[in-house]
């Protein structure tokens, strides 16, 4: 059921909630005048702003580097991760990144770190505040939230006739999608004063496919000499999840643990095999498997395209390259 | 659904190490899993890591690994010997289709033959087919056992040698000739090329990139079906669980969809 949450009562809102969860949520970092994901601490909900931050919150759900198990001689030991429910305020797309990365890591066999993470992540849609690199509009986005923030910005919008004369301008409805959603509401309900209100959908935008072809020869030598092979495209992309697992020896060479760290698919020892032979050694060669993985491969597999059209990996690369004007590009 | 944590490895002890060749052993392990021939495991030592390895055997009581000495982990698992541990987790991919194989054999009697090819190290996989077809050699027709090795040093499985000539067409060449051995020499293909073949023959194939870009146009010359060849691909899994995305191969992860394709499908198959 939707509620109608005030602007006046908005950071009472998350402070309330702050003492449950982990919040996380878009934080200004004034220094370097950017937006990043933070963990609120007490009284901090006037710091969430409306913002696409250019790291993803991804490292909540795969830590750039997590311990999958200990040992000590000889002997192994499970770790226990100990977590707190976390509250992700995240746009659209970063919430559509949960569900694409939902459907690899939960597809048979699940792979359970990352689910008992997942089942105490609640994701709330914030309001879009759209910026110059994003394209998320023909990227197919569905609802996946459980709980949407949505700003009234219209006067004529359908919530004032509830509400009588008042104007509602500014004030936020809050959409509850799941149970998940509806506990967290449970939990404050009582100390804001939030009233009925209702809420259409707007409708969804599908995802175009489009069929390519494996030999775009050109097009991939253009991306191999532009290509710096640095993997910042990867590093901020909500939806890359790759691994590589590796141990760590402590120095009595008894102890360690077995770890998972991020890894990237543009780096050339990604597809590194025994006696030090490469599948692919051309920068091109790995720039069409992130494209191809993005837009077909996991389409084909899961019915979604993987990317979400953030467009951070265009940000973020030095040269520019830009995968949409790739993708579109291919014939 | 599985509730088991599907990284965490089982202890398990070397029940022997068979001395292949210089750096080739062979690890029998007390791992006693229901396996299929083509499938692997990541095996590893602790502290210093896990790499994806082939049966070389198929048997319900333990597995054996035919390991080469190559990096960090295959070095350490090298370093240990006879009642020393490994860590293991697996069994992973699909392996071969033995059971349609031999279902087609048996059931709608189209007196398959089968091949089996193996290039170097690519011939311990192969093993594993060949203890399979052996404990049930009722159901498979006429094979044929085409090994290639690169040298008289390395020819692996030596001792089965004698035991596979009496079941099977067994043959092998050696790239570089040797007075050692009376044997054929040159590449897999020459032996493959004098080879006659039936319109039903299936093709189990595993072996270096390079060896299967020769074979398959003497395959196809021969006539035999593209969807009757089966591959094993290798790559370097971290997870074994398609989630880590090292193997990813034209949409397919090698360590679920695969290791084993069959070659009308993977022909495509870009990197």
């Known amino acids: ?331 | 659904m599985k509730t088991t944590n599907p990284y965490l490895p089982k202890k398990v002890k070397i029940l022997s190490v068979t001395k292949d060749t210089n750096d080739i052993s062979t690890f029998r392990l007390n791992y006693p899993i229901q396996n299929k021939p083509g499938q692997f495991v990541e095996v590893g030592v602790l502290g210093i890591g896990e790499c994806p390895i082939s049966f070389c055997s198929y048997s319900k009581k333990h597995i054996d690994l035919c390991i080469r000495n190559v990096g960090n982990v295959t070095n350490a698992i090298h370093k240990k010997s006879k009642g020393e541990y490994l860590v293991v987790r697996g069994p992973f991919g699909n392996g071969y289709p033995m059971e349609q194989i031999s279902e087609e054999h048996v059931s709608r009697n189209l007196k398959n033959e089968l091949i089996l090819i193996g290039g170097g190290t690519g011939a311990a996989p192969m093993r594993s087919v060949i203890d399979y077809v052996e404990q049930n050699r009722k159901k498979f027709g006429k094979v044929s056992i085409f090994f290639g090795f690169r040298n008289y040093e390395n020819i692996l499985f030596k001792k089965d040698f004698k035991r596979w000539s009496k079941l099977f067409n067994f043959q092998f060449t050696l790239d570089c000739s040797t007075n050692k051995l009376k044997c054929n020499t040159g590449a897999v293909t020459l032996l493959l090329e004098k080879a006659k073949f039936s319109e039903n023959t299936k093709v189990l194939i595993c072996g270096p990139p390079i060896m299967l870009k020769f074979i398959m146009p003497v395959l196809m010359a021969k006539g035999i079906k593209e969807q009757n060849v089966f591959i094993s691909f290798e790559r370097l899994m971290s997870c074994g669980i398609g989630k880590c995305g090292h193997c990813e191969l034209n949409g397919k992860y090698v360590c679920k969809h695969g290791p084993v394709f069959r070659y009308d499908e993977a022909k495509n198959f870009a990197d």
């Not at chain 1, 999958?68 to 919430?95: A, E, P, S, W, Y």
Request: charged share 30%; with cysteine; proline share 4%.
């Open chain 1, 1 to 331: 059921m939707p509620y109608l949450l005030k602007k006046e009562e908005f950071t009472r809102f998350i402070d309330l909630l702050i003492p449950f969860y982990n919040v996380t949520a878009p934080v200004k970092n004034i220094k370097r005048n950017i937006s990043e994901f933070k963990v609120l601490n007490t009284n901090e909900g006037n710091k969430l702003v409306f913002d696409l931050p250019l790291y993803p919150a991804k490292d909540v759900f795969l830590p750039r580097k997590e311990k999958l198990f200990g040992f000590d001689n000889g002997n192994i030991i499970d770790v226990k991760h100990d977590n707190k429910q976390t509250l992700l305020f995240m746009n659209r797309c970063d919430i559509n990144a949960v569900h694409r990365n939902d459907l690899i890591m939960l597809d048979d066999p699940v792979d359970l770190n990352y689910k008992e993470k997942r089942d105490k992540a609640v994701l709330i849609e914030i309001p879009c505040r759209i910026t110059e690199r994003c394209v998320c509009t023909d990227m197919g986005l569905i609802d996946y939230y459980d709980i949407k923030i949505v700003e009234i910005d219209n006067e004529s919008s359908s919530n004032d006739k509830i509400n009588g004369k008042r104007s509602n301008k500014g004030n936020y409805i809050l959409d509850i999608r799941t149970k998940k959603g509806e506990e967290v509401i449970e939990k404050v309900k009582n100390r804001l004063s939030l009233e009925k209100a209702t809420y259409t959908k707007p409708k969804l935008n599908l995802f175009k496919p489009k069929q390519v072809k494996t030999d775009n020869k050109e097009v991939w030598e253009k991306y191999g000499k532009e290509c710096l092979s640095c993997s910042a495209c990867t590093i901020v992309c909500p939806t890359c999840m790759c691994f590589t697992i590796d141990d760590h020896l402590n120095l009595n060479l008894k102890s360690g643990y077995r770890h998972r760290e991020w890894a990237s698919c543009q780096l050339l020892n990604f597809t590194k095999v025994a006696g030090g032979n490469a599948f692919r050694k051309d920068r091109g060669a790995r720039g069409t498997q992130r494209i191809h993985c993005k837009f077909i491969y996991f389409r084909e597999k899961y019915k979604h395209p993987r990317c979400v059209g953030c467009g951070r990996c265009s940000a973020a690369c030095p040269v520019g390259i830009n995968i949409f004007e790739y993708f579109r590009s291919l014939k």
